[in-house]
Nanobody
Framework: QVQLVESGGGLVQAGGSLRLSCVAS????????MGWFRQAPGKEREFVAG????????SYGNSVQGRFTISRDNAKNTGYLQMNSLKSEDTAVYYC??????????????????WGQGTQVTVSS
C-alpha cells in the first residue's frame, strides 16, 4: 500500500503560480512512477503530468505543456507539480497518483494503483 497526501492548492490570480506537493508513505516511493491528474466540475479526469521512478523521463498533457513542471525528491518521498502562468481553465481538483510500473508516464488514469484525496486549485480571472 502507498498512501498519498497532496497539499499546496489554493486560490491564485490568473498568471500566478502554485506548487503542489504529494507526500507518500507506505511502500518504497522510489519504486513507483507518479502522475498528476485533475478534474473540474462536470468534466472527466484529465492527465496533467507523469514522471518515472527516478525522474529520468516526464510527460505532459497538451494543455499544460510549457507551463507546468513535474518533479520528485525520492529522499523526501515527495512529488511536486510546479504550475506557472495559471489560467482560469486550470481550476480543478488536482490528484497525485502512484503507478507500480516504475518506468511509466502513462496518461491513462486506470494504470495508476494509488491515489491521493486531492487538493483544490482555483484560478481567478
Amino acid at each position: 500500500q502507498v498512501q498519498l497526501v497532496e497539499s499546496g492548492g489554493g486560490l491564485v490570480q490568473a498568471g500566478g503560480s502554485l506548487r503542489l506537493s504529494c507526500v507518500a508513505s507506505g511502500r518504497t516511493f522510489n519504486s513507483y512512477s507518479m502522475g498528476w491528474f485533475r478534474q473540474a466540475p462536470g468534466k472527466e479526469r484529465e492527465f496533467v503530468a507523469g514522471i518515472t521512478y527516478n525522474g529520468g523521463r516526464t510527460s505532459y498533457g497538451n494543455s499544460v505543456q510549457g507551463r507546468f513542471t513535474i518533479s520528485r525528491d525520492n529522499a523526501k518521498n515527495t512529488g511536486y507539480l510546479q504550475m506557472n502562468s495559471l489560467k482560469s481553465e486550470d481550476t480543478a481538483v488536482y490528484y497525485c497518483a502512484a503507478n507500480a510500473n516504475p518506468y511509466s508516464t502513462s496518461s491513462d488514469y486506470a494504470q495508476y494503483n494509488y491515489w491521493g484525496q486531492g487538493t483544490q486549485v482555483t484560478v481567478s480571472s
